[in-house]
């Protein structure tokens, strides 16, 4: 008798690992909403180039035309944020177009702190390469290896920047300071 519960059992739990093990956990929910939908929305954007030779009438020109992509962009960073990985295995093309757009959105981010530092506002400047850095860093939650590599490549457009002018800043000046 003890013999057939014993065997019973073992067959209960073989039947509940057999059930569970092998099956892919469930998906994790996106936020909703989801900063990376901002950032795909902000995706409109004109194109930026190499934003380290314009002048500043062309900065200021891409500045201002792209200011709805950067409300967007920032609206996005105030969110949580996750790729969609399901539609990003299904549609890798996609995901690679998205990357791209990604980086130019850290582009603009630099473009605009340029500005700013021409225009002598360097604490704005320090917020918008500040901003480049913290974009490469929400696009990739819930990604793959060429979402952190593409973010990684986003962090730097704004660390290079940050990096130039943080010796100008006093510490009062520095984004974040209270």
Known sequence: M???LVAVFLLAILAVL??????PPPPVPLPNP??????LKAASLRTVGDVFTLDH??????????A???RLLRLGLTRQ????ADSAMTNVSGMLSDLAVMKQLAQLLAAEGRLREMDNRPTDAAQSYLDAIRLGKEMTRGGFI?????GIACEAIGGTALSK???KLNPQEAPGYS
């Open 146 to 150: 060429i979402n952190r590599l593409v």
């Open 165 to 167: 002018i943080v010796p």
């Open 57 to 66: 009438e062309t900065l200021q020109a891409l500045v201002f035309t792209n």
């Open 34 to 39: 989801n900063g990376y939908d901002d950032f």
């Open 68 to 70: 709805e992509s950067l």
């Open 18 to 23: 057999f059930l569970t093990l092998g099956r």
């Open 2 to 4: 003890l013999l057939a």
């Open 81 to 84: 944020c996750a790729l969609p």
